[in-house]
């Protein structure tokens, strides 16, 4: 499993995280949802309280954490 840390420019959002399986998996915190629901972190992840999950990660968005992590 592996997990990276996902900024909206300096304002944290939460963890996308790699499981096992190769899925991918991630939910903005409770605290971003409240406050920054317009800042959303792709146009097809708009800020909800739901997990998303995927077998697919869009790598324009996130494949640069991926490598900092």
Do not use: H, W
Request: proline residues 1%; glycine residues 2%.
């Amino acid at each position: 499993m592996r997990q990276a840390k996902i900024y909206y420019n300096t304002l944290f959002s939460d963890l996308l995280t790699e499981t096992n399986d190769g899925d991918f998996t991630f939910k903005y915190e409770t605290e971003y949802v409240n406050k920054y629901t317009g800042n959303f972190i792709t146009f097809t992840m708009p800020v909800r309280v739901q997990e998303y999950k995927s077998t697919r990660v869009q790598r324009k968005a996130f494949v640069c954490f991926f490598l900092k992590a």
